[in-house]
C-alpha cells in the first residue's frame, strides 16, 4: 500500500519561499505511469490544483500559480518537493500531496498545514 | 473562481437519490472522459469515487454512479447514508491546465 507523508514548516513568513516534501513509501517513486502532485486547499475553501511531477521529471503548472512554483523529485530519497517563492496570505492553506494517474488521485497524504504570517 | 461550476450546496433525506453536477467546457469536461469525483470529510484527504465519468474504484459501494452530457458531468448518489455527507469535488482533465477542480459541493443529508 502506498503511503504519503508530506513535511515542512507550518509557518512562512510573507514574501519568503514555502518549501514541502513529500514522502513517498510502499512503492518506488520512479516506477510506474504516475504523477506526483501537489493540491492545496484554503481552509474552509475547495481544492486547488498546483503541479505536478512525473517519473521522468516532466512538469506541469497551474498557469495562475506557475511563475512562483517548482516540484522537484528525488529518487534517491524517494520524495518530491514543492517550493513557492514570495509567498502571501492568500497562500495559506492545507497542502496535499498525491498520485495521480489519468486524472485519479488514488492516494493522498494527510495534508500539512502551512500559514503565512506578516 | 474555480474552473468547473458546482452547486454549494445539496441535500436529501436518508434513502432519497441526489445528483450534484459539475458544469465546464468543451475544453475539459466536455472534450474529454478523465472525470473524477472525490469525497472529502472534514478534516480528512480526498478519495476517488468515480473515475473516468462512470467508473468506481474497487471498494466503492455501487450508489455511487457517475455520467456526463455535454460539457456538464453528473455525480448521482442513491440510498443517502448518514455517512455519505460530506464535501464532494469533480475534476478534469482541461486542455489548458492541465487539471482543474471544481469548487466543491457540500451534501447535507437530513
Known amino acids: 500500500q502506498v503511503q504519503l507523508q508530506e513535511s515542512g514548516p507550518g509557518l512562512v513568513k510573507s514574501s519568503q519561499t514555502l518549501s514541502l516534501t513529500c514522502t513517498v513509501s510502499?512503492?518506488?517513486?520512479?516506477?510506474?505511469?504516475?504523477?506526483w502532485s501537489w493540491i492545496r486547499q484554503p481552509a474552509g475553501k475547495g481544492l486547488e490544483w498546483i503541479g505536478r511531477?512525473?517519473?521522468?521529471?516532466?512538469?506541469n503548472y497551474n498557469p495562475s500559480l506557475k511563475s512562483r512554483v517548482t516540484i522537484s523529485l528525488d529518487t534517491s530519497k524517494n520524495h518530491f518537493s514543492l517550493k513557492l517563492t514570495s509567498v502571501t496570505a492568500a497562500d495559506t492553506a492545507l497542502y496535499y500531496c498525491?498520485?495521480?494517474?489519468?486524472?485519479?488521485?488514488?492516494?493522498w497524504g494527510q495534508g500539512s498545514l502551512v500559514t503565512v504570517s506578516s | 473562481q474555480s474552473a468547473l461550476t458546482q452547486p454549494a450546496s445539496v441535500s436529501g433525506s436518508p434513502g432519497q437519490s441526489i445528483t450534484i453536477s459539475c458544469t465546464g467546457t468543451?475544453?475539459?469536461?466536455?472534450?474529454?472522459?478523465?472525470v473524477s469525483w472525490y469525497q472529502q470529510h472534514p478534516g480528512k484527504a480526498p478519495k476517488v469515487m468515480i473515475y473516468?465519468?462512470?467508473n468506481r474504484p474497487s471498494g466503492v459501494s455501487n450508489r455511487f454512479s457517475g455520467s456526463k452530457s455535454g460539457n456538464t458531468a453528473s455525480l448521482t448518489i442513491s440510498g443517502l447514508q448518514s455517512d455519505d455527507e460530506a464535501d464532494y469535488y469533480c475534476s478534469s482533465y482541461s486542455s489548458s491546465t492541465p487539471v482543474v477542480f471544481g469548487g466543491g459541493t457540500k451534501l447535507t443529508v437530513l
Open positions: 473516468e465519468v462512470s
Open positions: 511531477i512525473y517519473t521522468s521529471g516532466s512538469t
Open positions: 498525491a498520485r495521480e494517474s489519468d486524472i485519479i488521485y488514488d492516494f
Open positions: 510502499g512503492g518506488s517513486i520512479s516506477s510506474g505511469s504516475y504523477y
Open positions: 468543451s475544453s475539459d469536461v466536455g472534450g474529454y472522459n478523465y
